[in-house]
C-alpha cells in the first residue's frame, strides 16, 4: 500500500530554519500540502499545492517538492511554531488522501 | 466565511453506527469536494474519504466497507456513518472543505472544530 513518511520530531532553536522532509514511497502526480496542528486545535494549511502560501500565512513559510519527497521549510523559527505538522501527499492511481505520521517541531 | 460544524453523539456502543453530520454555514456545498478526517487520542490524522457535492465518493480502503458519505445540498450538510465500530474507532472527527476542481480534492480548508466520539459500552 501507498505510505507517506516524515520524522517524528524535528527541533530548532528560535531564528533558525527548521526543515521537514516527506517522503512517498511511490511517485505521485497529485498536490502536496502541510497542515499545523496545535494543542486541541484543528489543522490548518500552511502549504498548498506543492509551495503555495494561503491568505495568511507568514512569508517564512515554504514549501518544496524534488521527486518523492516534499519539503517544508519554516525560516527564522518563532516560539509560536512550536506545533505538529502534517504532510499530505495523495496517491495519484487511486486518489486516496495519505497523510504523513506527523513531525512534532520543538522550538527549543 | 465559511464555516464547518460537526455534530453528533459523543459516545456510541461497540457493533453499532456512528453518525456524524457536518453543518456548513457562510457559504454552499455545491462546486466543492467535501472531507472527513479523524484523530485518534494522541495520534495522527487518518483520512477516512471525501465526496464531491454531486454524490460521487472515494473511502479510505483501510475503513474495510464500514463509512459511507452523503451530502444533501439543500440543507447545506454532510453525514457521515461508520458501521460496526470498536474501540479503535475513538477519535476526533473532523471534516474539512476540499477545493472546486478535480485536480484540488484534497486540498482542506476550511476545518470544522472536530467532535470527539468514543466508543464504549
Known amino acids: 500500500s501507498y505510505e507517506v513518511t516524515q520524522p517524528p520530531s524535528v527541533s530548532v532553536s528560535p531564528g533558525e530554519t527548521a526543515r521537514i522532509l516527506c517522503s512517498a514511497d511511490a511517485f505521485t502526480k497529485e498536490y502536496a500540502y502541510w497542515y499545523q496542528q496545535k494543542p486541541g486545535q484543528a489543522p490548518v494549511m500552511v502549504i498548498s499545492q506543492d509551495t503555495a502560501r494561503p491568505s495568511g500565512i507568514p512569508e517564512r513559510f515554504s514549501g518544496s517538492r524534488s521527486g518523492t519527497t516534499v519539503t517544508l521549510t519554516i525560516s527564522g523559527v518563532q516560539a509560536e511554531d512550536e506545533a505538529d505538522y502534517y504532510c499530505?501527499?495523495?496517491?495519484?492511481?487511486?486518489?486516496?488522501?495519505?497523510f504523513g505520521g506527523g513531525t512534532k517541531l520543538t522550538v527549543l | 466565511q465559511v464555516q464547518l460544524q460537526e455534530s453528533g453523539p459523543g459516545l456510541v456502543k461497540p457493533s453499532e453506527t456512528l453518525s456524524l453530520t457536518c453543518t456548513v454555514s457562510g457559504g454552499t456545498i455545491s462546486g466543492y469536494y467535501w472531507s472527513w478526517i479523524r484523530q485518534s487520542p494522541g495520534k495522527g490524522l487518518e483520512w477516512i474519504g471525501y465526496?464531491?457535492?454531486?454524490?460521487?465518493?472515494n473511502y479510505n480502503p483501510s475503513l474495510r466497507g464500514r463509512v459511507s458519505l452523503s451530502v444533501d445540498t439543500s440543507t447545506n450538510k454532510l453525514s457521515l456513518n461508520l458501521r460496526s465500530v470498536s474501540a479503535a474507532d475513538t477519535a476526533v472527527y473532523y471534516c474539512?472543505?476540499?477545493?472546486?476542481?478535480?485536480?484540488?480534492?484534497?486540498?482542506?480548508?476550511?476545518w470544522g472544530q472536530g467532535t470527539l466520539v468514543s466508543v464504549s459500552s
Open positions: 499530505q501527499l495523495p496517491d495519484s492511481d487511486t486518489y486516496h488522501v495519505v
Open positions: 474539512a472543505r476540499g477545493g472546486d476542481l478535480a485536480a484540488l480534492y484534497s486540498c482542506f480548508g476550511p
Open positions: 465526496i464531491h457535492y454531486r454524490g460521487s465518493t
